[in-house]
């Protein structure tokens, strides 16, 4: 079965400055996907970003950037420039592809702190 | 376009009890989802639909009932409500494409006391 670690259930980050929140994940798949998603405190799940397992290239929008090193089964994000509005829960999450259950396999996830 | 609807956003039952979680998206999804989020913790699948009719457990389905008659709804009921289903329950829906994004709702916060 697949599994989802986060090891930093929280950090934190001063305005304006860069920070890289880890994950790792264990499959024996060799396609998948996985995500970020970000949760404010009004609980909502937001989709930050997204990797699938066949490119190599890492995805990037805006000021999120992922580092995905396949063969080391690790995808941190990194957030760029800061902002008070990106304190939140972030949730890494794995999907295999295909198949007839879809569902998201989770971590822990980690609690962002912005200071300004 | 409301996305993912979930009512209602609170509930509180007392131990026994039972109700049935709303759960509508109007974005022609044929993927439906359950999930949990108890305290400190990821989200965990109850139950999922692949379609109207089709239906399966998950990861922790037990105490809990779905059905899905239409591709937009797929409520989930609580018979006999323990403390235990105390939890954040989110319904989220995605379609059959190479993304696999997953849209979620905003939600139901449930106590059980």
């Known amino acids: 079965a697949q599994t989802v670690t986060q090891s930093q259930p929280e950090m934190s980050v001063q305005e304006a400055e860069t920070v890289t929140l880890s994950c790792t994940y264990d499959?024996?798949?060799?396609?998948?996907?996985l995500f970020w998603y970000k949760q404010p405190p009004s609980r909502q799940m937001i989709l930050v970003i997204r990797?699938?397992?066949?490119?190599?290239q890492n995805a990037t929008e805006n000021r999120f950037s992922v580092n995905f090193q396949k063969a080391a089964k690790s995808f941190s994000l990194k957030i760029s420039d800061s902002q008070l509005g990106d304190a939140a829960m972030y949730f890494c999450?794995?999907?295999?592809?295909?198949?007839?259950?879809?569902?998201?396999?989770f971590g822990k996830g980690t609690k962002l702190s912005v200071k300004p | 376009n409301a996305g993912v609807t979930q009512t209602p956003k609170f509930r509180i039952l007392k131990i026994g009890q039972s109700m049935t979680l709303q759960c509508t998206q109007d974005?022609?999804?044929?993927?439906m989802y359950w999930y949990r989020q108890d305290p400190g913790m990821g989200l965990k699948l109850i139950y999922y639909s692949v379609g109207a009719g089709i239906t399966d457990k998950g990861e922790v389905p037990n105490g809990y009932n779905v059905s899905r008659s239409t591709t937009e709804d797929f409520p989930l009921r609580l018979e006999l409500a323990a403390p235990s289903q105390t939890s954040v329950y989110f319904c989220?829906?995605?379609?059959?494409?190479?993304?696999?994004?997953?849209?979620f709702g905003p939600g139901t916060r449930l106590t059980v006391t």
């Open positions: 999450a794995y999907r295999s592809p295909g198949g007839s259950q879809g569902n998201l396999i």
């Open positions: 499959t024996s798949e060799s396609d998948y996907y």
């Open positions: 974005m022609n999804h044929n993927y």
């Open positions: 989220a829906s995605s379609y059959l494409g190479r993304s696999y994004e997953q849209y």
């Open positions: 990797q699938e397992a066949y490119k190599q």
